[in-house]
């Protein structure tokens, strides 16, 4: 099952060349973060159906779903603290949309956010299918990410594969983009550092501040049906 998670840019100025660019990394679920409605029309011919919607908190943006007809979309939860999730196909999807920290009083939110997503996955089934995904607003060398992998329990970040832009907001460097954007799962989803199960790389969104991420989960692993093993 493929899952792209997109930053799409609420201020995008070129909204039908962004929808585009996701489209054609022809997934199985779609979650479009900012997905305020100047992007509706565009999604509406491009992607699959919006399946569902939520926001990460209070007066932000929202993330829409799109997915295949074929992929059953459930448990749908907003939890207010930096992301909602839902279940595709069985797998659990934690979107995730942290707030940005570009002033003092964010750092502090955001910190919450991310030991309340920590907390999350404690919480979750050792082998429960499960993923978390999106915007984290914080670099994998950062304070804030180091705390939430202290406090977090085997869960560990997906490498995207080697391409020359495995970091995701190109405005953190010319020449090596910083990763703010992520996806994280449990060891029997992630695999060996050497021989992952679940493969990520990112693409271009045309007009956007952020780079998506394409999530390939193993075909052993998640059914079409909606049925996993």
């Given at each position: 099952?493929?899952?792209?998670?997109?930053?799409?840019?609420?201020?995008?100025?070129?909204?039908?060349?962004?929808?585009?660019?996701?489209?054609?990394?022809?997934?199985?679920?779609?979650?479009?973060?900012?997905?305020?409605?100047?992007?509706?029309?565009?999604?509406?011919?491009?992607?699959?159906?919006?399946?569902?919607?939520?926001?990460?908190?209070?007066?932000?943006?929202?993330?829409?779903?799109?997915?295949?007809p074929e992929v059953p979309i459930s448990d749908v939860d907003e939890h207010g603290l930096g992301w909602f999730e839902c279940r595709a196909n069985g797998v659990l999807l934690?979107?995730?949309?942290?707030?940005?920290?570009?002033?003092?009083?964010?750092?502090?939110?955001?910190?919450?956010?991310?030991?309340?997503?920590?907390?999350?996955?404690?919480?979750?089934?050792?082998?429960?299918?499960?993923?978390?995904?999106?915007?984290?607003?914080?670099?994998?060398?950062?304070?804030?990410?180091?705390?939430?992998?202290?406090?977090?329990?085997?869960?560990?970040?997906?490498?995207?594969?080697?391409?020359?832009?495995?970091?995701?907001?190109?405005?953190?460097?010319?020449?090596?983009?910083?990763?703010?954007?992520?996806?994280?799962?449990?060891?029997?989803?992630?695999?060996?550092?050497?021989?992952?199960?679940?493969?990520?790389?990112?693409?271009?969104?045309?007009?956007?501040?952020?780079?998506?991420?394409?999530?390939?989960?193993?075909?052993?692993?998640?059914?079409?049906?909606?049925?996993?093993?």
């Open positions: 099952m493929r899952i792209v998670s997109a930053n799409i840019f609420c201020l995008n100025i070129k909204p039908a060349q962004a929808i585009e660019a996701v489209a054609e990394q022809n997934a199985d679920v779609t979650l479009l973060i900012e997905s305020t409605p100047r992007f509706e029309r565009y999604a509406s011919s491009s992607l699959p159906p919006q399946r569902a919607s939520g926001l990460t908190r209070q007066r932000g943006m929202p993330i829409s779903v799109h997915a295949r934690l979107a995730v949309h942290a707030i940005a920290p570009y002033l003092p009083w964010r750092l502090k939110h955001r910190r919450a956010q991310l030991n309340a997503l920590a907390r999350r996955f404690a919480a979750i089934e050792p082998n429960d299918h499960a993923l978390a995904l999106g915007d984290f607003n914080t670099s994998h060398g950062a304070r804030a990410w180091t705390h939430l992998v202290d406090h977090t329990t085997e869960w560990r970040r997906l490498d995207p594969s080697t391409d020359r832009w495995s970091g995701t907001w190109p405005l953190g460097g010319m020449w090596a983009p910083i990763a703010l954007d992520h996806a994280l799962a449990p060891p029997h989803l992630a695999g060996g550092k050497e021989e992952p199960l679940t493969k990520v790389r990112t693409f271009r969104i045309p007009g956007s501040d952020h780079m998506g991420l394409v999530v390939d989960l193993p075909g052993d692993v998640v059914q079409r049906n909606g049925t996993t093993e």
